[in-house]
């Protein structure tokens, strides 16, 4: 304890690098693969289609068969039988021999061609063509589509309904991916009460909560939402190894008042160890990080935009590796729509709504819940800037 | 049956815009609301903060009484008791009195400012104070952040974790959303198999089941996927008849064959009545449209990129208008990357991937997986255009 004090936020980015979480991998059925996150590159298990596969009704044939086949003197091949969808043909085609075929089917051995039925004649067993065909037409070649053996999707892959339909037609019933970071939610505060309960006088309702416990879901995270702490040390305690218990990591959001720091702090002194303790940036100074039993706990700051940006800078990217997906770009470049002003020798972090080409700086203090609800993201301002000015361009980076 | 004949498409929009569905409303609890669409407007029931909130740990004053301090001649108010966050305080402050107070705190009656603790001397009971204080000074105003009444959030918004924590704040334990719509989803074919169910000769994998169920999923629907039907009149009934009971919509893709077609026409015909046969669209030409107890039965092509270009023109905006969302907006403007060609009286829809500004043509005919897998949507060729030119102006449909 005696040796921290604020740190920059790189040397907490990474400190929480080094924190020993391992992305981990599970398999879940096909049907429940939608929005999860590949954790394994696809190769194709199989030819697709996994057979010489007719795309049209007709006739398969041998094409040399029909080549001096005309107008006028048509070329007569013989019936030999019928090949519907789904069919395992036993037929092999000889010399002047044709099937009747169906779209989907595979095609019998020896045949390379389909003609339509709307371009050929029947007479009882015997097929009149009139025209040559050419090998492979009405044919898709088995893995014309895709070769087996060919990478399809890769490690880190969302997957869209498009790429769990790609699984359907590879035959995956199973699908490996990451594991979900199971995370715990506490919010805290005397006077911070949750919706659904009576407000009380001095009593304002929960936002954080809420707040992070969603973000951490469309993240792809699963987040546990414990409820709110009383300021209080058995009170904190108490959720705090509930949250080490089921999940992955913790995350408390600290009510107004600082003393919700402190008992954190001397929570996870007592149980593990503190490893960030306040970080040079505004907001974010009261934020606190440390480890206990190998689990994060972050202690993030009360107002909501604060605790939103604090989690967007620290915990998304941790959670961002711990289901495959660092490499995800949440940031985008923007113009400033006005001028503001910062204070020198801080660096601050302040909430833009994106309207077009332009970022417009949402200035109602931190302690408002709407700025953050209006806001996308945030710009940085470095602390040997005192002044912005409009039309300056500005790196945005989105909430969580 | 008799005088149904290929129509328009916009004939086809006309007559699933007159189904006798209407989007339904439930409320859930705000914990299972991410994701949702708002079935109502949502204006503010409380003002937030609640009540004049101390932004800072100090003082509550009368600003009145501190307008006369100075360096040289500070004020001395007497410290008549404290109020903590979470607090309902019963004190009121008379004339040269003031109350300890922290962050979060709600002020006394007669207090109008909070002097924070750094700029004021201690001595026993009384603050010593050295510049004057403006009323509202370290004070957040009762409804300033969001005043009572006010509309924050508008029917058919998707939810996100902003949406969700500003509905915390709010203090709404439910929300009205709209219900998902149903949807039973089916497969048809005697090839086609489901992922796990090992491949015999002249079998592929479903691939239609999967993709329509995951794009209702991502829609914002529920789908109910009902397997694979044979392409026999009974294992399709039946299947149509489960999806009827359990769900407000089936959904069914043809096999390859043009059989299932036929089928499932009959099998309308017989249950209800046949809406649309056929659209003159390519693809697109098989699709089946019926209604059955005043559910829609909708019968799209087989083709993985024909089903799924069907399923975007026809069945999304439908489910679009249950959940609440018609005015999303799913189409962008591009230019096309290099010229395609189609045929004249025909109007075709072909799939294309998006690379910055650029639609490039997919054009690997409508049999493969890989062209919708590697398509972002599609783009129109009217009936009088045989050659879109590189560099065209094109509007893409995202898929689903």
Request: hydrophobic fraction near 50%; aromatic fraction near 0%.
């Given at each position: 304890m005696a040796f921290l004090k604020v740190v920059p936020l790189e040397k907490a980015l990474e400190v929480i690098d080094s924190f020993p979480l391992e992305p981990k991998v599970e398999r879940v059925p096909l049907e429940e693969a939608l929005g999860r996150v590949l954790a394994e590159d696809i190769a194709s298990p199989?030819?697709?289609?996994?057979f010489d596969r007719a795309t049209v009704d007709g006739y398969a044939v041998r094409a040399e068969d029909t080549f001096?086949?005309?107008?006028?003197e048509p070329v007569r091949l013989k019936v030999i039988g019928e090949i519907n969808a789904g069919d395992s043909p036993e037929i092999e085609l000889g010399p002047g021999e044709a099937v009747y075929i169906s779209t989907g089917a595979p095609l019998p051995k020896g045949a390379d061609a389909v003609i339509q039925f709307e371009d050929v004649d029947r007479e009882g067993n015997e097929v009149i063509i009139y025209k040559p065909a050419y090998p492979s037409l009405g044919v898709m070649k088995a893995g014309a589509d895709i070769l087996k053996g060919k990478l399809l999707l890769t490690k880190g892959t969302r997957l869209s309904f498009k790429e769990t339909a790609l699984l359907s037609a590879l035959g995956m019933a199973e699908v490996p991916v990451f594991r979900k970071p199971k995370v715990a939610v506490i919010s805290t505060g005397n006077e911070v009460v949750l919706p659904g309960e009576g407000l009380k006088s001095g009593q304002i309702y929960d936002i954080n909560g809420r707040a992070i416990a969603d973000a951490v879901r469309e993240l792809g995270g699963e987040a546990v939402f414990l409820g709110i702490a009383k300021d209080d040390c058995e009170s904190l305690k108490a959720l705090i190894e509930k949250g080490l218990e089921c999940c992955d990591l913790v995350l408390l959001s600290g009510g107004a008042s600082g003393g919700v720091r402190d008992l954190t702090n001397s929570i996870i002194e007592e149980l593990g160890e503190v490893k960030?303790?306040?970080?040079?940036?505004q907001p974010g100074k009261p934020t606190v990080i440390g480890l206990i039993d190998g689990k994060p706990v972050f202690g993030l700051p009360g107002y909501p935009t604060s605790c939103l940006t604090n989690f967007t800078l620290l915990v998304a990217p941790l959670l961002r590796r711990l289901i495959g997906r660092e490499s995800e770009v949440r940031r985008v470049r923007k113009r400033l729509a006005h001028k503001v002003f910062s204070v020198k020798g801080r660096r601050q972090f302040l909430p833009v709504r994106i309207e077009g080409d332009k970022a417009v700086p949402i200035?109602?203090?931190?302690?408002?819940?709407t700025s953050f609800v209006e806001a996308d993201g945030f710009i940085e301002v470095p602390e040997t800037v005192e002044i912005l000015e409009a039309g300056e361009d500005v790196g945005v980076t989105f909430f969580a």
């Open positions: 199989i030819d697709v289609p996994p001096m086949a005309s107008e006028s960030i303790h306040g970080i040079a940036i200035l109602k203090g931190s302690g408002a819940v």
